[in-house]
């Protein structure tokens, strides 16, 4: 569905957040029940597990971007890593061009996914969910900037025997 993203895609990206002043911030959820789901069977010795949300951030807005699970209080190791404002960006921004390449539309969504029957909905209501978190975030402008910026470095990724068939049907330039 996603691909990695390049070098130069990272930089516009990057640019794009300082322009905008869009920030990540975590805070430390107080209740480790939170996600999870059994606590029995755990070892104490490690002692209680640490759960982060982490949000990106802009003016007044936040929005949640996922949450994430680190060791314990008592191994200074284990520490929370968060990604930077562009990485946390990326994902939601492929959604979202996902979601307005099908017209907003969950049939025209599904028609992509023909061999399930349940993935295309599943899928459907995540890139609009992701979608509707870079509204919240950006603002109508904002957000057509991001689009843009995202599509127009999207790499294309083709199977090498795709690439064969179509160097084979171009003319040679001897003849």
Request: hydrophobic content about 35%.
């Amino acid at each position: 569905m996603f691909e990695k993203p390049s070098k130069t895609l990272m930089i516009a990206l990057r640019e794009f957040v300082f322009r905008h002043g869009i920030f990540v911030e975590a805070s430390e959820l107080d209740d480790g029940l939170v996600f999870t789901r059994e606590r029995k069977g755990r070892s104490k010795r490690f002692g209680p597990r640490r759960h982060f949300a982490v949000f990106l951030r802009r003016n007044k807005c936040r929005v949640r971007c996922y949450t994430l699970t680190c060791g314990s209080d008592d191994h200074e190791r284990l520490q929370v890593r968060i990604d930077f404002p562009e990485k946390a960006l990326l994902l939601p921004a492929e959604a979202a061009i996902e979601y307005e390449a099908c017209g907003r539309d969950v049939k025209r969504y599904s028609a992509r996914f023909p061999e399930d029957a349940e993935v295309g909905p599943a899928l459907f209501g995540y890139v609009r969910s992701e979608s509707r978190l870079l509204e919240k975030l950006l603002g109508d402008t904002a957000y057509g900037d991001l689009l843009r910026l995202i599509r127009r470095h999207r790499r294309k990724s083709r199977s090498r025997a795709a690439s064969r068939r179509l160097k084979a049907k171009r003319p040679s330039r001897r003849a």
